[in-house]
């Protein structure tokens, strides 16, 4: 059983220096291969790619640099995702149920646990097996220890002595049942809350060829969280090393591949010339940055960034290929998309029935949350293939007018007519539509609220939320939130390749 690789780096990263931190990292990074492949997804833009700008000469490389270069990128995800995503955790591998390897490995371990087990009913018994096992738990009991845990190390290295073991099997006064009972022991002392019952579950088994196979169960688990503990506790050094890290591997990655910001290129252009031309003045508000035409001022590059951000929510990511430094991202980009777009439809629906209602229920607090919870649920799917927005909002239609019927009828109020509810359930469906005037002002304000907030730097006072989008404050603080510190982390790694290009598109324009 091989020993935890993150294991140093828990005592070692507070104390060292800039150069050990970085070093940290890279052993870190190194040893998790098999965690990034089951851990994160592929981001790859579809194969129908618009044609790739042509800034840099293509080159042949051999197959020796593009595994090198595979490697490199993908040591450089993992590191990006222990520090971006706060919930990441290694996972135990399962093996697909019905694959080869898995029945491989069902036949190998019935093969050495059989051998254990005839081994163990022998006259006398031999211990062969038995004592390998012990050894490789005493090594995984001692993996699990921090430099500080003298005593315990000094308990497994005393009952754990193999050669003591060995002689004692040799004659014929091994008690393997006391042995089995110390490591369950030692188990329970190390192993984390969570597997407190699985510990305390081998207590109940009396067989001796189980409990081994049971006991390595656990142990396999305890490993799994010992890996997830020497990631949260290297997260924050990780933090301080981790920009310049990224940025390295990048440019290692720059240099045996020329044109990998050919994208960033071309999607930082665009942004100039959006602002440039005022092409989404209605979308961003007027002091955003943006240049007037013919003579106006030109857009600084900070906010030429900001907006380039801001058109990351708006991709079309079926059709157009995304910038290189923010790829190992496009998820978490893609995520933000849809959560928009989901409040975008929620704002209009809610902003369509607050308008028709009567003023004495829109302002009831329970009302508006009882509603807004019910469409919520019924756009829950929006990121299916087999979700069709203009049936839910059927749905949500018929939904929202019982309820507001309903609410009028506590209230004392004069009830919804036939025709006003047909009016509304009209409104209602015709948010499906991305030119519906209502669901457009949504949209725009949304945007409006986010470039705000991205520009405020997480100053006090933050923005304030444009007006229609009350009842969905929360929900846009969250994901404002969540893309502000996507973006500043994405800025602090690349915004030397960012100002070198647009000081080239700013000069040009």
């Known amino acids: 059983m091989s020993e935890n690789p993150g294991k140093p780096n828990i005592n070692e990263a507070g104390k060292s220096k800039s150069n050990d931190s970085e070093q940290d990292l890279e052993d870190a990074v190194e040893g998790s291969d098999e965690a990034v492949q089951k851990t994160i997804k592929s981001v790859s833009p579809s194969t129908q790619r618009v044609q790739r700008p042509h800034s840099s000469p293509p080159r042949f490389v051999t197959v020796e640099e593009l595994l090198e270069t595979a490697k490199g990128v993908t ?8 520090v971006v995503n706060g919930d990441f955790r290694i996972k135990p591998v399962e093996l697909p149920e019905d694959s080869l390897e898995k029945r491989v490995k069902e036949i190998v371990h019935k093969a050495f646990w059989d051998c254990l087990s005839v081994q163990l009913s022998e006259e006398p018994p031999t211990y062969d097996h038995a004592i390998k096992l012990v050894g490789e738990i005493k090594e995984t009991l001692l993996s699990f220890l921090l430099p500080g845990h003298t005593r315990l190390r000094n308990q497994i290295t005393e009952v754990l002595d ?21 490591i369950i022991g030692m188990m329970g002392t190390l192993c984390a809350p969570a597997r407190d019952e699985e510990v305390r579950k081998l207590k109940d088994i009396k067989e001796i060829v189980p409990l081994f196979r049971a006991i390595f169960s ?7 969280d010992m890996a997830n503990f020497a990631v949260t506790s290297i997260r924050p050094h990780l933090m301080q090393q981790s920009v310049d890290y990224e940025r390295k591997k990048f440019q290692q990655l720059l240099e045996k591949q020329p044109n990998s910001l050919d994208f960033v290129t071309q999607w930082l252009e665009e942004a100039a010339d959006d602002l440039m031309n005022q ?46 430094t923010v790829l190992m991202d496009q998820a978490r980009f893609q995520e933000l998309q849809l959560q928009l777009e989901q409040l975008t439809i929620l704002g209009a629906v809610l902003l369509v029935t607050f308008s028709m209602a009567a003023p004495g229920i829109s302002s009831q607090a329970d009302f508006a949350e009882k509603l807004k919870m019910i469409v919520k649920v019924l756009l829950t799917d929006t990121h299916l293939p087999s979700f069709h927005l203009k049936d839910a909002l059927t749905t949500i239609g018929e939904k929202v007018c019982l309820e507001v019927s309903s609410c009028l009828a506590l209230c004392g109020l004069t009830a919804f007519s036939t025709e006003k509810e047909a009016v509304l359930k009209g409104q209602i469906q015709s948010v499906a539509s991305p030119d519906d005037p209502i669901r457009r002002i949504m949209d725009s304000r949304i945007l ?62």
């Not at 040591?75 to 222990?82: C, D, P």
């Not at 007027?286 to 240049?291: R, V």
């Open 75 to 82: 040591n450089m995800a993992l590191a990006h995702e222990i």
């Open 279 to 324: 092409k989404y003045k209605n979308a961003l508000p007027a002091g955003g940055g943006a240049a007037g035409s013919g003579d106006g001022p030109m857009p600084n590059p900070v906010a030429v960034q900001n907006y380039a951000y801001l058109k990351l929510l708006k991709w079309d990511h079926l059709q157009r290929p995304f910038p290189e």
């Open 218 to 224: 656990v142990l396999d688990l305890m490993k799994v």
């Open 162 to 182: 193999l050669d003591l073991i060995k002689q004692e099997a040799e004659n014929g006064a091994l008690d393997i049942s006391k042995l089995a009972e110390f």
């Open 448 to 509: 409006i609220f986010l470039e705000g907030y991205l520009a405020s730097g997480h100053q006090k006072p933050l923005p304030t939320v444009p007006g229609g989008l009350g009842p969905v404050q929360k929900e846009l603080e969250e994901v404002a939130i969540k893309f502000v510190r996507l973006v500043n982390y994405n800025k602090m790694v690349f915004s030397p390749y960012y100002d070198a290009i647009l000081s080239k598109i700013l000069v040009r324009s």
